[in-house]
């Protein structure tokens, strides 16, 4: 069994060169600062309207590690979206879409009350 996030974002032009650098450092920093010796997230621009997608499993070692995954790759993809406001994102774990808001960004009830 494994519990997997999967990720898109999309819009009619491309993304440009000063977005593609800020992306790229936010994925080589939340990658880095990953905890877990475990799945990253890719980059890899694709042409409009997909600009990017993929997906990453969770660790199931423990619950803990799970959520701790969790709530990481929840931050930075509220710090990706937040890098490209105008496109179309879709995170979803695995059949459970997750909800955003633009003062908590992505997260899930309860998920970040110890916090």
């Not at 939340?30 to 660790?59: H, M, R, V």
């Not at 105008?86 to 992505?106: R, S």
């Amino acid at each position: 069994m494994s519990i997997s996030l999967y990720y898109s974002a999309s819009r009619a032009h491309p993304i440009t060169a000063v977005e593609n650098a800020v992306i790229e450092e936010i994925v080589l920093r939340q990658n880095a600062a990953f905890p877990f010796d475990y799945e990253d997230i890719d980059f890899e621009p694709d042409t409009p309207p997909n600009l990017f997608s993929g997906s990453t499993k969770l660790p199931l070692d423990t619950p803990e590690t799970t959520t701790e995954a969790l709530a990481h790759w929840l931050r930075a993809f509220s710090e990706l979206r937040r890098a490209l406001p105008e496109a179309d994102w879709e995170l979803a774990m695995d059949d459970l879409d997750i909800p955003w808001n633009d003062i908590d960004g992505y997260t899930l009830p309860g998920l970040f009350d110890e916090d």
